[in-house]
């Protein structure tokens, strides 16, 4: 018997697992084998945050800031003096509030398959042009975890000239929480 037919025949024994698996729109399934089964439950397709972040971390000289959606408020708006905030995938929470601040939004999913560098295209631009220019710049997103996270690390790998390593280390080290789903990481290895 040859061992590839050994493994079938072993794979036959396994013991049925049911796995619960929750896809990027909410819905629900049950994984058994090659069957799944939609319930009719759905959920949130993400971690839901409960616990407020308010106050973003400068990641560079004072003028380029990292955080959740949380942290766009006019009190850190005024602390921090930010004249410009780039939204990621999430519009920026109160934006007519915010005269004197330029806002941008940039459409992004924290999907393994977003294409990143295009994300960070338009993104580098916009911070280029606002620290250029003596401009202070939020980045955040929803949690400020993933995507916000991986635009930062991007501008910073392919403007300011710096490895991946040095760049995830740098921003980890002011924002301990981050993590970039695995698609970005493969991603901004790459740029």
Do not use: W
């Not at 990641?59 to 921090?80: E, K, P, R």
């Not at 004249?83 to 519009?91: A, F, N, P, R, Y």
């Not at 921003?171 to 981050?178: G, L, T």
């Amino acid at each position: 018997m040859s061992f590839l037919e050994q493994i079938k025949k072993n794979r036959l024994n396994l013991k049925a697992t049911e796995t619960q698996v929750t896809y990027a729109d909410g819905r629900k399934a049950i994984e058994c084998k090659d069957k799944v089964r939609l319930l009719d439950e759905k959920s949130h397709g993400f971690v839901v945050d409960t616990k407020p972040d308010t106050v973003p971390a400068c990641i560079l000289d004072n003028n380029l800031y990292l955080g959740s959606q949380d942290s766009v408020d006019a009190s850190n708006i005024n602390s921090f003096g930010l004249t410009h905030i780039l939204s990621v995938g999430i519009d920026t929470p109160n934006a007519d509030l915010y005269s004197n601040v330029t806002c941008k939004y940039v459409p992004c999913l924290d999907l393994p398959e977003t294409d990143l560098k295009a994300v960070c295209d338009e993104s580098n631009q916009f911070i280029a042009d606002a620290l250029n220019n003596d401009g202070k710049v939020l980045v955040h997103c929803n949690a400020g975890v993933s995507r916000s996270t991986s635009v930062v690390i991007g501008y910073l790998v392919t403007c300011k000239r710096l490895s991946f390593n040095e760049a995830y280390d740098l921003v980890k080290s002011k924002r301990p929480c981050i993590q970039p789903n695995a698609g970005f990481l493969k991603q901004l290895k790459e740029f």
